[in-house]
């Protein structure tokens, strides 16, 4: 019976009974976007998570974009549907960008990298007190700042990492350590 009554409105007004206008496809496409990072989000690698649901917050702005707008100019979708449908994927687009430059990076948690106290390296370079040079550190070559103020580090020679400055190893000659042991 209600279908009935429903085709006969239909038919009357010459308009289906529901239709999807753009703010109700954004609206949609957000919601199925969100739903899909929610459920993919562990099985991505950590660089790419979250593109997903900027996008699907973009279409949910859009959406949010396009119907107050149809408030605020009393603009019937049923007149005009798709329309300029392009535009709406441009800004779209421009909206997901936005978020994945400013939004996302404050969502990844990223490591922390922190050095273990007192590990070895070797120098690559006399390192004088107070100076910088080089020094081999878990294989890769890193610049060092000799914290000792009594002597220069030969080069090849064992030193163990205090911290970590920036860039910069701040290292102590092996003897050192020794002596105050």
């Known amino acids: 019976m209600y279908s009935i009554i429903i085709w006969s409105l239909a038919s009357v007004t010459n308009q289906p009974t529901f239709t999807i206008t753009p703010p109700i496809f954004w609206l949609i496409l957000g919601v199925v976007l969100g739903a899909i990072e929610l459920l993919i989000i562990k099985t991505q690698p950590q660089k790419y998570r979250y593109y997903v649901l900027m ?14 707008g149809a408030i605020a100019f009393q603009f019937n979708w049923t007149m005009v549907m798709y329309e300029d449908f392009d535009w709406q994927i441009f800004y779209w687009m421009g909206i997901a960008l936005a978020l994945s430059i400013w939004i996302r990076p404050i969502l990844i948690v990223r490591k922390k990298f922190v050095i273990p106290e007192a590990t070895e390296a070797t120098t690559i370079s006399e390192i004088f007190p107070g100076e910088t040079g080089m020094v081999i550190y878990e294989g890769a070559s890193w610049k060092a700042r000799n914290e000792d103020s009594q002597g220069a580090i030969a080069p090849r020679q064992k030193v163990y990492v205090l911290r970590r400055e920036g860039n910069t190893l701040i290292v102590v000659p092996d003897r050192l350590i020794h002596i105050n042991s």
């Open 55 to 68: 996008m699907g917050v973009a279409a949910l702005i859009e959406s949010f974009i396009l119907w107050r």
